[in-house]
């Protein structure tokens, strides 16, 4: 009983500081690529996996889906913004900076293909999302429109990473074991592609 009356003050704690501040560094990690993100949800999964209270995955999943959503809302927004100004802006070149050519021309014929889908898929693989992201703001969609497509794909996203971090959490009796092996998965989901490029070498099309 004594064990349980000290661990609850500290755990109310941890939860009055910890979702904030994953709000927070989710919402800037979708605006500005230094955040790694899913790493952050996943191991928030471990965390909540190893607590005693109730609706504490329930929390960090509702916190990092919202998070994203209003990241890629205001990213896009912004970037909406520079589409229509005469000079520009700094936001929109920072999009296209991390959009390269080759990614872009490939979301471009996915979306116009498959439409809303293509978002879902583009936050779940790595380095899909900006190059969908400016593909949607250079064919015209309102903010209205891609975010109606955006928010089932923030939410897959979260729940992706909250199931890494869950999984961590259970393979581990401690909750720092398991927030290891959660980064260290995410970490390899997202070299995954860039090496797989490395090994398989350039296509046909790139060649040329």
């Given at each position: 009983?004594?064990?349980?009356?000290?661990?609850?003050?500290?755990?109310?704690?941890?939860q009055?500081?910890?979702?904030?501040?994953?709000?927070?560094?989710?919402?800037?990690?979708?605006?500005?690529p230094?955040?790694?993100?899913?790493?952050?949800?996943?191991?928030?999964?471990?965390?909540?996996?190893?607590?005693?209270?109730?609706?504490?995955?329930a929390?960090?999943?509702?916190t990092?889906?919202?998070?994203?959503?209003?990241?890629?809302?205001?990213?896009?927004?912004?970037g909406?913004?520079?589409?229509?100004?005469?000079?520009?802006?700094r936001w929109?070149?920072?999009?296209?900076?991390?959009a390269?050519?080759?990614?872009?021309?490939?979301?471009?014929?996915?979306?116009?293909?498959?439409?809303?889908?293509?978002?879902?898929?583009?936050?779940?693989?790595?380095?899909?999302?900006?190059?969908?992201?400016?593909?949607?703001?250079?064919?015209?969609?309102?903010?209205?429109?891609?975010?109606?497509?955006?928010?089932?794909?923030?939410?897959?996203?979260?729940?992706?990473?909250?199931?890494?971090?869950?999984?961590?959490?259970?393979?581990?009796?401690?909750?720092?074991?398991?927030?290891?092996?959660?980064?260290?998965?995410?970490?390899?989901?997202?070299?995954?592609?860039?090496?797989?490029?490395?090994?398989?070498?350039?296509?046909?099309?790139?060649?040329?």
């Open positions: 009983m004594a064990q349980s009356a000290s661990t609850t003050p500290a755990e109310s704690t941890q009055a500081i910890g979702y904030p501040t994953l709000f927070l560094l989710v919402l800037l990690g979708a605006l500005v230094v955040v790694p993100t899913g790493a952050l949800v996943s191991s928030a999964a471990v965390v909540a996996f190893h607590q005693t209270a109730p609706f504490a995955l929390l960090v999943f509702v990092a889906s919202l998070a994203a959503f209003c990241g890629d809302a205001a990213l896009y927004w912004l909406r913004r520079g589409v229509g100004s005469k000079n520009g802006s929109l070149a920072a999009i296209r900076a991390r390269p050519e080759d990614r872009l021309e490939k979301a471009q014929e996915r979306l116009a293909e498959h439409n809303v889908a293509v978002l879902v898929l583009s936050r779940l693989v790595p380095a899909g999302r900006i190059p969908v992201m400016l593909a949607c703001i250079l064919a015209g969609w309102p903010l209205r429109r891609f975010a109606r497509g955006n928010l089932p794909a923030c939410l897959a996203w979260a729940v992706t990473y909250q199931l890494i971090g869950i999984l961590g959490g259970s393979l581990f009796p401690e909750p720092w074991e398991g927030i290891v092996a959660a980064i260290a998965l995410t970490v390899a989901i997202s070299a995954a592609p860039m090496l797989w490029r490395r090994v398989r070498g350039p296509s046909e099309s790139e060649a040329h």
